[in-house]
């Protein structure tokens, strides 16, 4: 077996009486788009704030390069390479594109007590690491602010990759954009994987996930519902797994004619696990209604 970049296995988290999380286990491989998908609430969030060092679990595993980890702040789990880039951003939106790429870390010249900022080198350095990503900035003076949004999430991909992340972390990037701007957003998703980065992109949108994705995790109701290369999932089936029971169903319907025609037994297998799912998934429907309801 191949040592996975960043796992986790059975991990549980509560809060409270909530059950955020329950025996969770999945992988991220270097150089490949790891999606979580799953509706509001689902765990997507708990999930990436454990990687991230912002949570700790309760129980199971949490491994990078096969060894065990016990991150207690993200800083832990910066200094491993993960890298984390939140949908509010940690950007100052008045700060210049290139002061807000650097936050702290700016080149320098001179020597102390005369070091100071190498303005011009850290311009340069900044229009030539977007360059390097495909992002054409105009000015690197421009605040951030005035980026549009996809822009920002694109900055903050190439300054990870910058900083060396080799896990990055995405919750959501795509959300609150335009079909245009989440477009560009996942060529940056494709660039960093591409130089090797394992990218672990949440998102609750199937449409976005499939084109990038290598791997997909979905999480329903705080557990892995399912868990799949891209070769063997279809994109109709993710969405159906997102969308819920009536499609199985159909599924279900259909396969089981098909195995009836011909006899195949295999066909007949996967109609009844298939009804299986649609009679959980319906139960589990029907429950959240009826919490909903009382709420
Ligand atoms: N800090 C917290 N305190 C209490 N409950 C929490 C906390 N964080 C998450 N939860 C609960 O845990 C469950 C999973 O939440 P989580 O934020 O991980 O879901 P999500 O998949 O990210 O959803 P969304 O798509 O809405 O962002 C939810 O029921 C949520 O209410
Ligand atoms: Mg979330």
Known sequence: MTTKLIEVNSVSKRFGNVVALKDVSAAAGAGEVTC????????????????????????????????????????????????????????????????????????????????????????????????????????PEQPVGTLSGGERQSVAIARAVYLGARVLILDEPTAALGVKQAGVVLRYVVEAKKRGLGVILITHNPHHAYPVGDHFVILRRGEVYGDYRKEDIPLEQLVQMMAGGADLETLQHELEKAAESTGDQELAEVASEYGEEATELAEETAEAKERDGDA
Do not use: H
């Open 36 to 139: 979580i998908l799953g509706d509001n609430g689902a765990g997507k969030s708990t999930l990436i704030k454990i990687l991230c060092g912002l949570y700790q679990a309760d129980s199971g595993e949490y491994r990078v390069d096969g060894e065990l980890m016990d991150f207690s702040s993200p800083r832990d789990a910066l200094e491993m390479g993960i890298a984390t880039v939140y949908q509010d951003l940690a950007m100052v939106p008045l700060m210049s594109v290139w002061r807000n790429f650097f936050l702290g870390s700016e080149m320098q010249k001179g020597a102390p007590p005369a070091k100071r900022i190498d303005v011009a080198k850290s311009k340069d350095t900044v229009v030539d690491e977007l360059g390097k990503m495909g992002i054409i900035i105009r000015d």
